[in-house]
């Protein structure tokens, strides 16, 4: 079994920044792919980003290109959300999640999934 646990969120002002951390345990990188998800309150979950275990190829939404970097640290089965220029609508719960598939947009590709971290961003 895998066990994701992110840290990181916080409160935040527009325009600032915030670097989430997500740790794998168990099984970590036992897939090929890791990627960061968020749920706002009374919305749907989203796809933020992705990356490849590999080569480290990343994807974006759109919403977040420019402005929020996925890296990976294989050495210490980690990955990293940097997230800048921070709006109000990016207040919501990320979560970090693990699966098979490279660059996948979609919650049901993923396996495994962290508790996720509370990122709020006041205007």
């Known amino acids: 079994q895998v066990q994701l646990v992110e840290s990181g969120g916080g409160l935040v002002q527009a325009g600032g920044s915030l670097r989430l951390s997500c740790a794998a345990s168990?099984?970590?990188?036992?897939?090929?792919?890791m990627g960061w998800f968020r749920q706002a309150p009374g919305k749907e979950r989203e796809f933020v980003a992705a990356?490849?275990?590999?080569?480290?190829?990343?994807y974006y939404a759109d919403d977040v290109k420019g402005r929020f970097t996925i890296s990976k640290d294989n050495a210490n089965n980690a990955v990293y959300l940097q997230m800048n220029s921070l709006k109000p609508e990016d207040t919501a719960v990320y979560s970090c999640?693990?699966?098979?598939?490279?660059?996948?947009?979609?919650?049901?590709?993923?396996?495994?999934w962290g508790q996720g971290t509370q990122v709020t961003v006041s205007s």
């Open positions: 999640a693990m699966g098979p598939v490279v660059g996948a947009r979609r919650m049901e590709a993923y396996d495994y």
């Open positions: 168990g099984r970590p990188w036992s897939m090929g792919a």
């Open positions: 990356i490849s275990r590999s080569v480290g190829m990343t």
